[in-house]
């Protein structure tokens, strides 16, 4: 399956885009004036509109390569949500989408913003357990997975994508910590995880996917959503501007299913 390139150090996106949605009614209306309306739950879109400057040459022949595969407006391709929090229930580590294994979760602990949305995971183990989970962003895509950690004693967390982790110090205040790193190419899905090493207990709050290098500000999550597996581009051109040597500009409107 092809997806929308990353561009610069891995972004989808540039400033400023714009994102609208549409919901389709199937209304029927009687011979006596009466009507029945229902939603047509398979009809949604999502709408983008995108605008990019400053497009190297490579990057400008990563999106032509994919508008020509996809012929323009009428094959498919993968399309992830710039402006989403792609972990689902950021803050309820209790739903099925978290794999906690043998850590002990506890709720409503007073988090940095004022809340108390925060978690507690204590691992009783003689060995180090994770809270994971696992989302269908391809492994090729930077992807920043960040939260805020906190411990009533010094004790190193690590986060890890895909096997692969950086390990950070947590103390009694709380600090945010990152891992902006692609994942195993060639992969369909991706994993990340907090690592609690045995006999610790951390506190976590704000857990947070996103597709691009760096951490955002926080965007608390529900269910599962922005990864759109089945995205078209909106028009059958494809008009590019040269800017300047090797650099140029191109707005596009993509369709999401959803």
């Not at 609208?20 to 983008?48: P, Y």
């Not at 994919?66 to 949500?81: E, I, K, N, T, W």
Request: glycine content about 12%; some cysteine.
């Amino acid at each position: 399956m092809n997806w929308f390139p990353q561009i610069g150090g891995g972004s989808i996106a540039q400033f400023p885009l714009g994102r609208g949605r549409k919901w389709r009614m199937v209304r029927n209306e009687m011979e006596d004036g009466a009507r029945i309306t229902l939603a047509d739950a398979h009809s949604g879109q999502v709408e983008w509109r995108l605008s990019y400057q400053d497009l190297s040459d490579s990057e400008t022949a990563a999106i032509a390569g994919l508008f020509q595969s996809s012929r323009g407006g009428y094959g498919a391709f993968g399309f992830v949500d710039p402006t989403a929090n792609l972990l689902a229930w950021s803050e309820d580590l209790t739903r099925p989408d978290w794999q906690a294994g043998s850590l002990t979760v506890t709720g409503s602990i007073a988090d940095p913003l004022g809340g108390h949305g925060a978690w507690q995971l204590s691992n009783p183990a003689a060995g180090e357990l994770q809270c994971t989970q696992t989302i269908g962003l391809q492994g090729s895509y930077v992807a920043c997975f960040s939260m805020w950690i906190r411990a009533g004693s010094p004790v190193i967390v690590a986060l890890d994508r895909d096997g692969t982790r950086s390990s950070f110090a947590a103390g009694t205040a709380w600090s945010r910590v990152y891992l902006g790193i692609p994942g195993n190419t060639g992969a369909e899905q991706s994993a990340f995880s907090v690592a609690v090493p045995a006999s610790a207990t951390v506190q976590v709050f704000g857990m947070q996917v996103e597709c691009q290098p760096y951490p955002s500000k926080y965007k608390p999550s529900g269910a599962a959503f922005g990864i759109y597996p089945e995205t078209y581009f909106g028009k059958d051109e494809l008009a590019v501007r040269a800017t300047g040597p090797g650099l140029s500009a191109t707005d596009l409107v993509l369709v999401s299913r959803c």
